[in-house]
């Protein structure tokens, strides 16, 4: 069985150098999301900015805007 895509704006968990994380989908690829995280996740995680890719075999969706 396939595993459910996220779609824009679905809210998604994803594991990252151990820390679990969670964000919001902003663009959706073929192979990955493009997420956006909290300021202080990104601080944790020591990134510059608050955008980071996640494969779609890497996360679970939490809710989407249409069940919300």
Do not use: C, W
């Not at 595993?3 to 990252?16: E, L, N, P, V």
């Not at 663009?27 to 020591?46: M, Q």
């Not at 890719?53 to 919300?68: D, Q």
């Amino acid at each position: 069985m396939a595993k459910k895509r996220a779609k824009i704006g679905d809210q998604i968990s994803f594991t990252r150098k151990d820390h679990d994380l969670e964000g919001t989908v902003e663009i959706v690829r073929d192979n990955s999301v493009i997420v956006e995280v909290s300021k202080e996740f990104a601080d944790r995680l020591g990134y510059d900015t608050t955008k980071t890719v996640v494969r779609h075999s890497n996360y679970m969706i939490l809710s989407s805007p249409e069940t919300a």
